[in-house]
């Protein structure tokens, strides 16, 4: 190599060792020391032992199954082809984690589940089904969480063992929420329009209200006719009622709601999406609660207060 042509090349090399050196954005990669998880931390606190994934620079624990048997299509399942908990973390800035995981579920565990993660400050991103034909039915809560891994850890830890704790006490999974329905339906609409301050829907004895949400969606406006609001509809008696319903929020409002929901004692059944290309994006989460139709309308109304401080 012409010695001008190496001169130069060792004169480029320096510079970016002293860019290095000063913490320049630019400088190569491998001068560059990547951030790491203190992966001991995270097992320790989670009580699960996990696996490196060195390529992309994350931690995944993992945790199958195993206590329930389950059947999809009539075939008896195995973990390893899709009934695994589990949770991934990779290292971000300032010695912080990101975490994301997925929580395998049955119906009676899913709102204690939930409101464990909740109070230990993760989030709770999605709730749904994986399956068709699935007894018992399995269902799927995701989580997510930024901050110190080992807190992020020992919530995760909170889940597993609440879902444990369930099952210890009640082997057999439970077939309904508590709580009666009455019948026949017997809903007085005038009480829940003051509680609410929303006029609704009398049918058959049973109440409904729809609250509308604007959108955008393939160069049209779309609302609550086209299926973008929040309602709820009261059935049963007064004294024994049920609501069902769902919420349209906001990706900064899910998880505001989703606490608002739990400390209102209301179950969520689940977390998704209804459209593609809305803006703004909406997710909808559908619940189901019981008790005096007054106290659920109250309950719904606090929520609505809730969402309404997260805009």
Not at 234 to 262: C, H, I, Y
Not at 275 to 283: A, D, F, K, L, T
Not at 293 to 305: E, T
Request: proline share 5%; net charge neutral.
């Amino acid at each position: 190599m012409d010695m001008q042509v190496k001169f130069a090349l060792s004169q480029v090399k320096f510079v970016l060792s002293a860019l290095v050196c000063l913490g320049w954005s630019i400088c190569p990669a491998s001068a560059q020391t990547a951030p790491s998880l203190d992966t001991a931390r995270i097992e320790q606190a989670a009580g699960v032992k996990g696996t490196f994934i060195a390529e992309e620079n994350v931690f995944k624990i993992s945790k199958p199954r195993t206590d329930v048997k389950i059947q999809v299509d009539g075939w008896p399942t195995p973990p390893f082809m899709g009934l695994v908990s589990w949770a991934a973390f990779t290292p971000t800035q300032g010695g912080q984690a990101l975490m994301m995981g997925d929580t395998v579920v049955f119906e009676d565990e899913v709102n204690a589940a939930m409101s464990v993660a909740l109070d230990a400050g993760l989030e709770v991103t999605a709730l749904h089904n994986h399956f068709f034909f699935d007894e018992p039915k399995v269902y799927f809560l995701h989580i997510g969480g930024a901050g110190e891994a080992g807190a992020l850890a020992a919530g995760v830890k909170k889940i597993y063992d609440k879902i444990a704790e369930i099952r210890a006490a009640n082997p057999t999974l439970a077939k309904r929420f508590p709580a009666k329905i009455g019948s026949p339906n017997a809903i007085a609409a005038a009480p829940l329009e003051a509680i609410l301050g929303v006029k609704g829907q009398a049918s058959q004895g049973m109440f409904k209200i729809v609250i509308g949400r604007p959108a955008q969606a393939h160069g049209a406006s779309v609302g609550a006719a086209m299926g973008v609001n929040t309602w709820a509809a009261f059935a049963g008696s007064d004294e024994e009622a049920v609501v069902d319903g769902d919420f349209a929020v906001t990706a900064n409002e899910l998880q505001p709601v989703l606490k608002a929901m739990r400390r209102e004692g209301v179950n969520i059944v689940a977390i998704h999406h209804h459209m593609s290309h809305e803006e703004p994006r909406y997710i909808f989460l559908h619940f189901w609660g019981k008790g005096a139709a007054a106290a659920l309308a109250r309950s719904f109304k606090n929520v609505l207060d809730a969402q309404a401080a997260a805009k």
